[in-house]
Every structure is written in structure tokens, then in C-alpha cells.
């Protein structure tokens, strides 16, 4: 598999969820071994987990005394389309753009401009079962010949208990909104959050019922949206995964302690998918 890029640049503008402010992105190709990178004020940030500032109700990343924010929607998408060199430039504000609260726009305007360039990309194969644990909830990260990301979880008051998967096909995941219980709304404003939240990017669900008018997009819309958020916090190892991941109830900050616990385990290996292994 070789890593890839962007044909040509892309641009995206919206309204960001928490900020409430508009922020303008554009999506910058770049050579092998660049990855990607967020530039803001001059400063670049590497989508890394090290550069990870906060996880509350979305992935923060910083550096330098400048930040950019929920970033996690847009590189699930690139990681699902195999992106790993790119440039994302902030235009204007600091968080990326929700658009839908999904990633359905970035897939649809990304999907057909992707660029393979000549260099292999890279990966870390999980070598040994390894989980992280807060409470109730825990996500696993198994040896596996291929890459599957799997997501357990409930919706309070629409569905018990359900379980999705990605092994390969971003449209079962990419359309799946981003979503709150209507209890949270006064909270989260209260804290500075969702202040650009409204039910054209986010479903807010009530007891047995959600608040948008056309409903959820699948019953399990909820549950995909963790594994789509799951997917985007993965790609923060820097490198594509050989190995399956489960997560049961998992959110940002468990997602977050997972990659950095696979990134510093001893029986992670990296490899171009050329080579063999080497450690
Ligand atoms: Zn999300």
C-alpha cells in the first residue's frame, strides 16, 4: 500500500461546533513522509497524539501557545481514504469546521482527489493484546492480520446495545452525526461548549425520541458516530494500523490513552508495508 496525498487543494468553511465562530480550512497536498501537519499562525501542528492538549467532547491538539480543534471527524475521513500527507491550514479561527456533524462532506468532496505517491506507507502492527480501562468502559487492541475497528456501546433511551464495525468501508461509517442528550445542551453551554451546536449538525436525543425533525440517519447512528471518532483519534499514532481495535464505550480520552499506550508498547513494530518488520 503507498501512502497518498491530494490531487489539488480543497477548501471547507463552517461554523465550528464548540467555538461557535466560522472557521475556513484548506487542505494543502504535501510529499512522502510529510504527514499531516495543521498550520495556524505560522505554527505547524502534527496530527500526533503528543501534541494532544485536551479531550473534552472533542480532540484538541496545540503547540507553540497556539491550538486547533475537533479535529477528529476530518482525519477519520483521510484515514479511511488512505491520506497521510497533508497540510491543513486554518484560514480563519481555530476549529475544524463541523459541516453536518459528520464526516459525509469531507468524504464526498475528498474521495475522488486522492494522489498515490511512490513511497510505501507506513504501519504498526500490534504485537500484543493490550487494553485501557476507565470504569465501566475499555477499548482492546489485538494482534490481527488486518485492520478492524469495532465499537460496542448504547443509546440511553433508543437503543440497548449495539455493535458496528469498520474493516474498509468508510460510507457505513462517514455519514453518522455527531449527537448529545438534550440534558447535557444546558451543561455543555455552561461550559463553553456547543455554542455553535444546533440540530442542523448535531442530534440531540430526548427520552425515546430525538429533537430533529428527520430523525437519525440509521437506528444506530449514535453508535457509528463513537466508531467514526474512534477512527479519527486512531490516525493520531501517525502511523495505519495492522491490528483490530474494540471498543466498548469508549470515548476521546480513552481513545487517546489506547494510541499513546500502542505508540510507547514494546510490542508495537513499525514497518513500511514493503519491508518486514523491524522494530
Ligand atoms: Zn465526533
Redesign the pocket.
Given at each position: 500500500m503507498k501512502q497518498k496525498t491530494l490531487l489539488k487543494e480543497v477548501e471547507f468553511e463552517g461554523i465550528g461546533i464548540h467555538s461557535g465562530e466560522i472557521s475556513k480550512i484548506v487542505l494543502h497536498p504535501e510529499g512522502e513522509n510529510k504527514g499531516i501537519r495543521f498550520l495556524i499562525k505560522g505554527e505547524y501542528i502534527p496530527a500526533n497524539y503528543k501534541y494532544v492538549l485536551g479531550t473534552d467532547h472533542a480532540t484538541l491538539l496545540g503547540k507553540g501557545g497556539v491550538k486547533v480543534s475537533t479535529v477528529?471527524?476530518l482525519l477519520a475521513v483521510l484515514y479511511m481514504l488512505g491520506i497521510d500527507n497533508l497540510t491543513i491550514e486554518f484560514l480563519r479561527g481555530y476549529e475544524v469546521p463541523i459541516l453536518d456533524g459528520s464526516g459525509y462532506y469531507f468524504y464526498k468532496e475528498l474521495k475522488d482527489k486522492t494522489l498515490e505517491l511512490s513511497q510505501e506507507a507506513r504501519f504498526l502492527k500490534i504485537g500484543k493484546g493490550l487494553e485501557v480501562r476507565n470504569c465501566k468502559a475499555y477499548i482492546r487492541a489485538e494482534p490481527s492480520e488486518d485492520f478492524c475497528v469495532v465499537y460496542e456501546g448504547y443509546v440511553r433511551g433508543l437503543l440497548e446495545r449495539a455493535k458496528v464495525k469498520y474493516c474498509g468501508n468508510a460510507k457505513e461509517v462517514v455519514f453518522a452525526r455527531?449527537f448529545c442528550y438534550e440534558e447535557e445542551v444546558e451543561y455543555l453551554l455552561q461550559r463553553g461548549l456547543a455554542k455553535g451546536g444546533s440540530l442542523k449538525n448535531a442530534v440531540v436525543i430526548g427520552k425515546g425520541f430525538v429533537h430533529n425533525p428527520e430523525g437519525l440517519r440509521s437506528k444506530d447512528e449514535p453508535i457509528r458516530?463513537k466508531l467514526?471518532?474512534l477512527i479519527g483519534d486512531l490516525s493520531l499514532l501517525g502511523y495505519r494500523i495492522k491490528g483490530r481495535i474494540i471498543s466498548y464505550g469508549g470515548g476521546h480520552s480513552l481513545n487517546y490513552q489506547l494510541v499513546k499506550s500502542l505508540a510507547e508498547s514494546s510490542f508495537s513494530t513499525t514497518f513500511t508495508s514493503s519491508s518486514v518488520s523491524t522494530p
Open positions: 477528529e471527524h455527531t458516530h467514526l471518532d
